[in-house]
């Protein structure tokens, strides 16, 4: 492994800034040296932590020690500051949404392929736990092969902050939760999207969505549910997966959950008819006893590296981004279809740039 140290800037010492100290922390090979901000609190923070607080933007571009400009501000203004640090010759790590829209961000590449430098993306969530779990599932076919997915974050705190509020600067749950849900999707599901449907919702009063639901028929005959909301009191389960040969669910990042499968071995026996409400049901009973097994998720596959020690290595050209741009470029390609969708109320197709 290499000693080589990559140095980091945080630019936008906010809450997302202020935790990538923290995930730095963990890797051995990248380390934050300073910070900027525009609110002179933040910097004052930045230095009671012991990074160098930067008075300008211009000055961490003119400081050679400087590798890395790590974007966690507004979404607006990712482009901008990206494009004049790769000008400076500056590697980029931004944070997601990356860009506005996929023309941006296709600007952003040409600026970082012009420079010779790197551009990643944090779509962090790919680590996550819960979705590892399912991809894995996904994968081995624990639960046979999968069909139908539901993927749901809720929460009953409205909008946090103050510019997720503003549609000027890339607010609202779409960019903000979505990007996120989405990318885990794409990441995991090997196969073109060739439809998809939308609603969004607006029940806050403010000028982006506080949620939305979307719909997504993949090729490979997989259907995908993705839900965000922000007024559910009671909330739905992370993850609802459907299998030819069982179901599963995971009730929340603490992976709370289960799988239920058919039981091959034990023999076939109808169901016993219920009484549901004031008729009858046989199609809705419960499973016939011994006709099923529930068991306990499967333990998560993990993936080949941490986000920052990809990170170096990418930039020392030994190993392949885990997230790739040609990947985002595609999430943010699909997140404009949903707006679109919802737009239109219609359901669109032949947008996809699978195999891009």
């Known amino acids: 492994m290499s000693s080589i140290k990559h140095t980091v800037v945080i630019v936008g010492y906010g809450g997302m800034g202020s935790y990538h100290t923290q995930l730095i922390k963990e890797s051995d090979r990248v380390i934050v040296s300073g910070a900027f901000d525009l609110l002179e609190e933040r910097r004052a923070l930045a230095a009671e932590a012991g990074y160098t607080a930067y008075s300008s933007y211009e000055e961490v571009l003119a400081d050679p020690e400087v590798d890395i400009i790590l974007i966690a501000t507004p979404n607006d203004v990712h482009k901008d500051i990206a494009v004049r640090a790769f000008q400076a010759g500056k590697h980029v790590v931004c944070e997601k949404p990356v860009a506005m829209s ?49 993927s ?102 603490s992976l709370r959950g289960r799988i239920v499968t058919r039981n091959n071995a034990s023999e076939k026996i109808e169901p016993t008819p219920i009484r549901a409400g004031v008729g009858l049901t046989k199609t809705m009973a419960p499973p016939s006893e011994g006709s099923t097994i529930t068991g ?56 996809d740039i699978y195999g891009a």
């Open 102 to 150: 996929s023309a941006e961000f296709t600007e952003m590449q040409a600026a970082a392929d012009a420079a010779g430098r790197v551009l990643m993306v944090h779509q962090n969530r790919r680590w996550d736990e819960d979705f590892r779990v399912i991809k894995e599932m996904y994968e081995k076919e624990t639960i046979g092969s999968l069909f139908q997915l539901e």
């Open 152 to 253: 749901r974050v809720h929460g009953a705190n409205g909008i946090p902050g103050d510019w997720r509020h503003v549609k000027a600067q890339g607010g609202g749950m779409l960019l903000d939760w979505g990007v996120h849900l989405l990318d885990q999707l794409l990441f995991m599901i090997d196969s073109k999207v060739t439809s998809v449907s939308s609603s969004l919702s607006y029940i806050l009063g403010n000028d982006v969505d506080d949620g939305f639901e979307a719909s997504l028929q993949f090729e490979n005959g997989i259907k995908a549910i993705v839900e965000v909301g922000t007024t559910n009191f009671i909330t739905l389960p992370r993850w609802y997966v459907k299998g030819l040969e069982g179901t599963a669910i995971i009730e929340d990042w």
């Open 296 to 351: 306990d998720l499967p333990a998560a596959s993990g993936l080949s590296s941490s986000f920052y020690d990809n990170l170096a290595a990418v930039i020392e050209g030994t190993a392949e981004p885990i997230v790739k741009n040609a990947e985002v470029l595609r999430v943010l390609v699909l997140i404009e279809a949903i707006f679109e969708a919802a737009e239109k109320n219609e359901t669109i197709k032949n947008f």
